[in-house]
């Protein structure tokens, strides 16, 4: 079942997160997760098998100004290692896409650390294309 995460659910998010590779305590993880319930741009869901949280995908909404249409990023996309292979992340993936449409996106874009050559796999799978690299700089 895919469904809205709820701020408690934090501390298997903040598991999933880990498994991502950004560590974090359930307390941090339960105010962002208010966060982002409190902004109409950004959504998280949970999938839930058996009463689990098994995995998440979350989605941010961006003005783009180099296209008249909303683009949306997918973020935090991850199924815990047990549940991998199961067509979770593709269900995931699916709720993120529909929700983007439903605001008005024409484009949805990820990020994808260059070690994650399964990743690349799923999501190619899936329809996307790499494009371009990613840069970030700490402020």
């Given amino acids: 079942m895919i469904r809205d995460a709820r701020p408690t659910d ?5 598991e999933l997160l880990g498994e991502l590779g950004y560590p974090a305590e359930a307390a941090p993880v339960q105010r962002r997760l208010e966060r982002i319930a409190d902004d109409p741009s950004s959504k998280l869901f949970v999938a839930e098998v058996n009463g689990e949280i098994a995995g998440l995908g979350g ?3 961006l003005p783009l100004v180099e296209h008249d249409e909303l683009g949306c990023m997918l ?3 991850v199924v815990g290692a047990e549940h991998r292979r199961q067509g979770i992340g593709a269900e995931l993936v699916g709720a993120v896409e529909r ?3 439903m605001c008005g996106c024409s ?3 990820l990020s994808s650390a260059d070690r994650r050559l399964d990743a690349h796999a799923f999501y190619e799978s899936l329809g996307f294309e790499a494009t371009g690299r990613r840069f970030v ?3």
Avoid at 10 to 14: K, L
């Fill in 10 to 14: 934090a501390a298997p998010i903040a």
């Fill in 99 to 101: 929700e983007a449409r």
């Fill in 107 to 109: 484009r949805l874009v």
């Fill in 137 to 139: 700089k700490p402020l």
């Fill in 75 to 77: 973020t935090a996309m």
């Fill in 59 to 61: 989605l941010h909404v």
